[in-house]
């Protein structure tokens, strides 16, 4: 588990440092995503530590979020003032995005079978 | 020294120490996640949910201040970027199923992303939101740590962000299912793709429990759309708001 730690945090290190000499435009941690995944790709596999880590994390990681999201008790009167326009918003927004996004899959795929 | 001056001494000790904050964190989580094995994993409990409503609700009904809080959270908030990077991880397990499917993939998670952004924006402002809600729309179908990174590249409040990541991803857990079969998509694959692109890590966890070829590709369509649009969006961004 340790030398599982060791590469992520190798790797987000990496990553900030990246985003804050040569590239400022992109998160750190987006950064040492990318260079992990170039590394797997090189190395052609994932190690059982680093698997264990990462399956760890990707369970909970709704944990994470929960302190930046406890934020909310600052916004709520901005967020009761604006009710309407976010509950539609949000609504609308992920119907349209999974449907979009379903049919131009089943669209794009059905043309290139029949090719 | 009276009994009513230790238990003051008690409570101000443990308030002000990061413990506090991580234990009401870490329990409200586990009550979340024992709610939601309870209920048979139904959707509405999601255990995220819960443990954000429970810890604001505590920290009001004690009159902590949020600062304070996240003081002690902060290391929890901290493990984000970690977990960012190990995303790593599903991605590369789901390069292999983008062969054969690279070009309805990749133009799915375009159309689906762009749309995301236009339709989440567009309705605010239609419906009067302010600027702060609408910049906050625009990172919102990304999973919460990339997109409360791209808050804050953008300048807008990475919380509301968070917020309505989190909110995204459990609507999308829930009415997904409805969206596809009306629109009667079969395949797993691109059940699973459009659920990742729209409704990221809850979604994905979502379609994993359903099926695992859905689960593969949701993992897959979540972790590009968080790579490209920690670079798109910052520029969509500028474009409309100069």
Redesign the interface.
Known sequence: MIFGLVQILLFQSLGELISQFLLPTLPGHVIGLVLLVLWLVIRKGVNAELAMVADGFSQHLGLLFVPAAVGVVLFLPQLKANALAIISALVGSVVLTIAVSAVVARFLSKKTVNE | MSKQHSIVEIWVYLSGSPLF?LFI??S??QIGLTLYKKSKQNPLA???AI??LL??CM??VIEMP?ST??EG??F??F???????????????G?HSLKG?S???V???A???L??IA??????T?????S??TGA?YP??V????A???A??IGV????T???????GI??AI??PF??NA?G?K?W???G???G???H??GTSRAFSIHPEAGTYA?L?M?LN??IS??AV?VIYHLFNK
Not at chain 2, 79 to 93: D, F, K
Not at chain 2, 126 to 130: K, P, T, Y
Not at chain 2, 157 to 160: D, G, K, R
């Open positions: 904050a964190t870490l409200a989580y999601n255990p995220v443990a954000i810890v604001a920290i009001q949020y809080y996240f959270a902060q929890i908030h493990l984000l970027g970690s977990a960012t990077v190990s995303l790593a991880i599903p991605i590369y397990r390069l499917r070009i309805p993939l133009f799915s998670l159309a689906g992303g749309i995301s339709s989440a924006v567009g309705i605010a239609l419906l009067g939101a302010d702060s809600i729309m919102k179908s999973t919460a740590p990339i409360m990174g791209i804050e590249r409040s990475p919380t509301l968070a917020i309505f990541a989190v909110s995204t609507l999308g009415l997904a969206v596809l629109l998509i395949a694959w691109q059940r793709f459009a659920i692109v729209g409704a890590g809850i993992s369509a972790g968080g790579v920690a670079v910052p």
